[in-house]
């Protein structure tokens, strides 16, 4: 499992979380696949806000729902830990109800905001690749080759492919003589 943050989405994440400060925040993220298209920063509406974060379920449906329209899925839901590490607390553990979905954690208790992503599956946590950048690594790949470039990769494969069959076949023993009965 991956999920991928343009800078957009990233900075918008962090500046949700600080202007929620001293309370957690926060919301859903939209978009096809593994790719984040949207941030939807929802209120957090924990009697406990500062320790704790409840997404009410009424504006969670109308996000995805409205998110449906435009041809956006649930990709991940994110809060803020104020003053701990972006990992996942046993508060959190517990109350995780989207077992498919990716959970972002952003942590301001460091000068420097830091955000990891996590899958947390009935009680199990592993972490989620994370990737944040406007343009994927392959893509970033496809980008730097021009098109003759790719042609000329394409075309070096086939020599060398007839190459080795060419080898290949020049190896091979000679077939027996056909003997008339």
Same mark, same amino acid.
């Given at each position: 499992?991956?999920?991928?943050?343009?800078?957009?989405?990233?900075?918008?994440?962090?500046a949700h979380?600080?202007?929620?400060?001293?309370?957690?925040?926060?919301?859903?993220?939209?978009?096809?696949?593994?790719?984040?298209?949207?941030?939807?920063?929802?209120?957090?509406?924990?009697?406990?806000?500062?320790?704790?974060?409840?997404?009410?379920?009424?504006?969670?449906?109308? *996000? =995805? &729902?409205?998110?449906?329209?435009?041809?956006?899925? #649930? $990709?991940?839901?994110?809060?803020?830990?104020?003053?701990?590490? %972006?990992?996942?607390?046993?508060?959190?553990i517990m109350?995780?109800?989207?077992?498919?979905?990716?959970?972002?954690?952003?942590?301001?208790?460091?000068?420097?905001?830091?955000?990891?992503?996590?899958?947390?599956?009935?009680?199990?946590?592993?972490?989620?690749?994370?990737?944040?950048?406007?343009?994927?690594?392959?893509?970033?790949?496809?980008?730097?080759?021009?098109?003759?470039?790719?042609? *000329? =990769? &394409?075309?070096?494969?086939?020599?060398?492919?007839? #190459? $080795?069959?060419?080898?290949?076949?020049?190896?091979?023993?000679? %077939?027996?003589?056909?003997?008339?009965?």
């Amino acid at each position: 499992m991956q999920l991928w943050l343009k800078h957009e989405h990233f900075s918008t994440l962090i500046a949700h979380a600080q202007q929620a400060l001293p309370q957690e925040a926060c919301g859903v993220l939209l978009g096809v696949g593994d790719e984040v298209r949207e941030v939807i920063a929802l209120k957090n509406a924990s009697p406990t806000p500062k320790t704790h974060y409840i997404i009410e379920p009424q504006r969670l449906i109308h *996000a =995805i &729902i409205d998110g449906q329209k435009r041809g956006l899925g #649930l $990709v991940g839901l994110y809060h803020s830990h104020p003053s701990a590490r %972006p990992i996942p607390s046993t508060t959190d553990i517990m109350e995780a109800q989207y077992p498919d979905t990716p959970y972002v954690i952003i942590s301001l208790k460091q000068a420097k905001p830091k955000i990891a992503a996590w899958h947390i599956h009935y009680g199990t946590v592993t972490p989620v690749a994370l990737y944040i950048g406007d343009t994927r690594e392959r893509d970033a790949i496809d980008e730097k080759l021009s098109r003759a470039q790719k042609i *000329a =990769i &394409i075309l070096a494969a086939l020599v060398a492919v007839l #190459l $080795v069959l060419v080898i290949s076949f020049s190896l091979l023993p000679p %077939p027996p003589p056909l003997t008339m009965p």
